[in-house]
């Protein structure tokens, strides 16, 4: 099993930076790619940024340019590095595992709050 879990949320003003932490822990060789997706309220859930096992990287693109997700493969632990935060960037985002065998496995979700 897997287990994921996010920490560096919260709230900050827009303009400003936050960078979130997902550690995952078990059987860390069946992971193939993690992710980090976000829903807003009244929203469905939507991708925000993807890395392989190799490192490659896909965003969405209302995020380009301003948030980085990267991997220590060392300490099993996935970043999404968010910068130029805006309102519309408020959200629970929520970690993602997807497995060699097809399974995907969430973490509980963290909160961002992006406002004055």
């Known amino acids: 099993q897997v287990q994921l879990v996010e920490s560096g949320g919260g709230l900050v003003q827009p303009g400003g930076s936050l960078r979130l932490s997902c550690a995952a822990s078990?059987?860390?060789?069946?992971?193939?790619?993690m992710g980090w997706y976000r829903q807003a309220p009244g929203k469905q859930r939507e991708l925000v940024a993807t890395?392989?096992?190799?490192?490659?990287?896909n965003y969405a693109d209302s995020v380009k340019a301003r948030f980085i997700i990267s991997r220590d493969n060392a300490k099993n632990t996935v970043y999404l590095q968010m910068n130029n935060l805006k309102p519309e960037d408020t959200a629970v985002y929520y970690c993602d595992a997807a497995l060699i065998t097809g399974r995907e496995i969430w973490g509980q979700g963290i909160q961002v709050t992006v406002s004055s």
């Open positions: 078990g059987t860390i060789f069946s992971i193939n790619a």
């Open positions: 890395i392989t096992k190799g490192s490659s990287t």
